[in-house]
Every structure is written in structure tokens, then in C-alpha cells.
């Protein structure tokens, strides 16, 4: 899915000065709660209900805030941590920046490009980003994970001491070891296997243009006819 806007809210005018300051780092737009928020790109008018629309809307939430307020904005709606955007909590005088959901999905490096232009710190608590200083279901930018599902049990095993051998090139800057883990990064498919992580590189974007009224299975089907007539290499994995 594609990475939506971030949305920064203001719930009080004691909040204003940090709010306006993340929303003009990331270049997002600012609501403001009505009657507490002097000026901003956009009104609500209940707190709870504004941060759960846009969070199953699927925008990464930045929210000037107490943390309860956006846990239970978005208690109810929680379902899949492998889709659900980054929740992000600062604190009025914007000292930390806490990212509570979507740490592997953007959270982080939201928070610590927040924390930055902030000159404050990010509360990052994920176990591989603090032991490991890596997130391995969130590769750099220009590569996708073809399993993510394999992610967790490879971290585990990383935290429990085990170095994973490096095939192909060492986009995390890791020290390679000698297994069981293994973190592949190749253009060709990798056969699935125990505690492997496999990494491609996004190198093609692919445009299709349909008749008015087309159907989407029908598109997915003809993207996948090109994909694999023209880069058969490549793992399909479509998002929308």
C-alpha cells in the first residue's frame, strides 16, 4: 500500500508551537482541535473519533498529545500490525517523541526524523532496532522484503546471539556469520527457507492504463502477464 500523508494533530494551544514545528519539518498538514487550536489546516471536532478515522484511513498519526488519548482512539480498530500506519505521541513541550504502533513500518524513522528536527530524542523500545540497531522487516530504501512473515523468528534468533550469513550485498552493514540465519539480497527468486530473509531490489515501476470501468481482478491479471513476460525474475507482490 502506498504510504499515505502524515497527519499531525493539536488538541490544545499549549501544544501549538511543537505541532507547528513537526507539521513544517515533514511538510504535513496540521489539524487543530475546534475552539482549543487557534490555527490550522483543519478542524475536528472529537479527538477520539478524528485520530481513529485517520488511522483506518491509513495515515501515519503524529499527535501532540497524552499517549492515552491516541491508545484509546485506536484500541477498538486494532488488527493487523503488518498494515496498520505509524501512531507517533509528543508531548506539548515536544521533549521525546514516542512511537506507539508501526515501529518496523515507518514509525521509527518518523520518530527520529521528528526527534531531529525537534532537537529532542525518540523513545524507540523495538528489540531489534535497540540491540541490533536494525529493523529487519524494514529494509532501506530501494529494496522490499519478499517474506515478511519470516521476520520475527530471524530477529528472535539474532537476538539470541546467532550472526547471519550475508549473501549477496550487505545492505545493513552487518557482520556476516555463520549461520543459521541467513539474509539474502538478490534480483532472482530465493527458495523459501528456515531463518532467511530475502531482499529485492525495487529498480522497475510499472504503469497501466485501463478502459474506463475495467475490472480490478482483471487488471491485476494483465499486470502480471507483463510483469512476468518482461522482468521473470522479479517476485510479484502487488499493493494497493
Known sequence: MAELTPIVLCLSRSGYKTARRVADALNAPLHGREG???SADAYFPNALDH???LFQAGHPVIGICAAGILVRSVA???ADKRSEPPLI??????STVIPLLGGHHGANRLAKQIAEALKSHAAITTAGDVALGVALDEPPAGWRLANPSSAKDVMMAMLSGQK???EGENIWGLESGDGPVRLVTSTALVPEAPLTLAYHPQKFALGLGCARGCGVNEMWKTCKKLVFHFFPLLVWRPSI
Do not use: F, Q
Request: glycine share 6%.
Open 89 to 94: 505521541c509528543i508531548p506539548d513541550d515536544g
Open 164 to 166: 547471519p550469513i550475508i
Open 36 to 38: 482549543r487550536v487557534d
Open 76 to 78: 477498538p480498530v486494532l
Open 51 to 53: 485520530v481513529r478515522m
